[in-house]
């Protein structure tokens, strides 16, 4: 069977922002009475999040390859215990993240071949591709003061207490990735409300019935 709904995802840095914005893209859709499955990567199913915890386990020795096929496996189930059978019931289900995350944290903050990243991809999502993602960048000037203050971050969880590096891999990969071809990129330098505006701006077309 052929899905039916729209699948939007919303992905970024660390504390871009992205999980506030996709909870009030989800009133505004509420409002207009669509129905929603909020979900999360990783995450979503009891399989994923026990995943989830073993990935941002401070105190889990992971290597990167490991890592990787970790995320994929809680990717696997996700899509098809929550998100396909969503999107065939036509509803609209929006991820907290999805595959874009794998290629900016794995591929080019692990630094593993982005070529590897994309063929897992494929294999855990069986090909499902997102009818919207939306980037929130953190500008510059808010990333490196971030990074001035990193010693109060560390320790968060084991992704985020990472090296520097690796963040300002992973942050300079999602610029990269917002720029492809149907991406929606927000700069995340304003307001709460002036985001969540334009991003309504920018995909209500696709809910215009
Ligand atoms: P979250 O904080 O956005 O819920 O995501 C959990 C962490 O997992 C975050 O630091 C990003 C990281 N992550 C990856 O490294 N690769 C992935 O494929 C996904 C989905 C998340």
Redesign the pocket.
Known sequence: MKKKGIFIIFEGP?RSGK?TQAKLLVKWLKEKKYKIVLT???GGTKLSENIRKI??DTHSNISSLSELLL?EAARAQHTSDIIMPALKKGKVVIS???TL??IA??GYGRQLPIKTVETLNKIATAGLKPDITIVLNIPDRVFNERERLVEKFLGA?R??SASSNFRKRVNKAYKILSNKPGVIKINAVNSIEAIHAEIIKKIEHKFSH
């Open positions: 660390d999980s999360r990567e990783p990935l941002l995320y907290d993240r999805f995350a794998s944290y794995q969880d992704i985020e």
